[in-house]
C-alpha cells in the first residue's frame, strides 16, 4: 500500500512538472523590458563631416542608467559621394517630422531628446534634466509567432497619440567610409535603427492592442508613444531579448 500510494505521489508530482514546463514553454516572455527615463535619437550620415564626433558623444553616453539611444542614419547625403550603409528614406522623413515641430529645422548632425528639444551637442548633463513620466503603460510581450504590444491610457484622451515601433541592432557599428567627406575614416555609430514605424493611434479611453513581426536576430525593439505625430514622447518601452 506504501509503494503504491508512493508511486501516485511520484505520478502526480511528473504531471505537475510537466504542466508548469508547458505553461512556461506558451506564456508570453516579458523578460528583458526596461523604461527608459531619457531618449537621444541622433539622426547623423556617413557622408557628413561634421557627425563623427556627435557619433562618438552618443556612443559614450550609450549604456548609461535609464537612458537609450538611438542612431538614424538618414540619406539625403547620399549624393556627397558615400552611400550611407545604413541609410533609408523613412528615417530622413523622421526626421523632417521633427522639423515641423521644431520650425522647419532639419540638419546633421541632430540630437533630439525626448522628441521635445534638438541640437547639434549637448552636454551629458543637459541630457539628463529631460525625463519621462512614462504614462500611458506600455506592457510588450514577445511569444514565438509574434511580439503583443498593448498600452492603456490612464485618462480621458481629446487628441490621439502616436505609437511608433523602432527596431534597432544593440551595439557598436563600425563602417569603412571608402569615397566622400569621410573618406578613410571608420564610423562608429552606437544601437543603429533597422527600421522605424508607426504602428498605430491612441484617442479617447480605449486600449491599444496589437501585434507586429518578430524580431531578426541581433534586434531590439523599442516603442514610443509620442504626443501626435513628431511629438514629445510621453512614453517608451524597450525590448532587448
Request: hydrophobic residues 40%.
Amino acid at each position: 500500500m506504501r509503494f503504491v500510494k508512493l508511486s501516485i505521489v511520484c505520478v502526480v508530482v511528473a504531471l505537475v512538472a510537466i504542466a508548469s514546463i508547458k505553461a512556461l514553454a506558451n506564456s508570453p516572455d516579458t523578460r528583458n523590458v526596461s523604461t527608459p527615463v531619457t531618449v537621444l535619437e541622433l539622426f547623423t550620415s556617413q557622408g557628413c563631416s561634421s557627425c563623427p564626433a556627435a557619433n562618438k558623444f552618443v556612443r559614450e553616453l550609450d549604456g548609461a542608467p535609464d537612458l537609450l539611444t538611438l542612431s538614424y542614419s538618414v540619406d539625403y547625403w547620399d549624393y556627397l559621394g558615400w552611400k550611407d550603409t545604413f541609410g533609408k528614406p523613412e528615417f530622413s522623413e523622421h526626421q523632417r517630422t521633427y522639423g515641423k515641430q521644431f520650425g522647419g529645422k532639419v540638419y546633421t548632425p541632430q540630437m533630439v531628446i525626448n522628441g521635445e528639444i534638438h541640437a547639434a551637442r549637448f552636454t551629458r548633463k543637459k541630457v539628463r534634466t529631460l525625463k519621462l513620466d512614462n504614462i500611458p503603460d506600455i506592457r510588450i510581450k514577445a511569444r514565438d509567432d509574434g511580439i503583443d504590444v498593448q498600452i492603456t491610457p490612464q485618462s480621458w484622451l481629446d487628441k490621439n497619440w502616436t505609437v511608433t515601433a523602432v527596431r534597432y541592432r544593440p551595439g557598436i557599428q563600425s563602417v569603412p567610409v571608402k569615397r566622400g567627406e569621410n573618406s578613410g575614416r571608420t564610423i562608429k555609430l552606437a544601437n543603429v535603427v533597422q527600421a522605424c514605424k508607426e504602428i498605430g493611434k491612441i484617442g479617447g479611453r480605449e486600449s491599444f492592442s496589437t501585434q507586429i513581426k518578430s524580431l531578426q536576430p541581433g534586434e531590439a525593439l523599442v516603442i514610443l508613444v509620442q504626443d501626435g505625430k513628431g511629438g514629445p514622447i510621453l512614453s517608451a518601452a524597450n525590448f532587448v531579448p
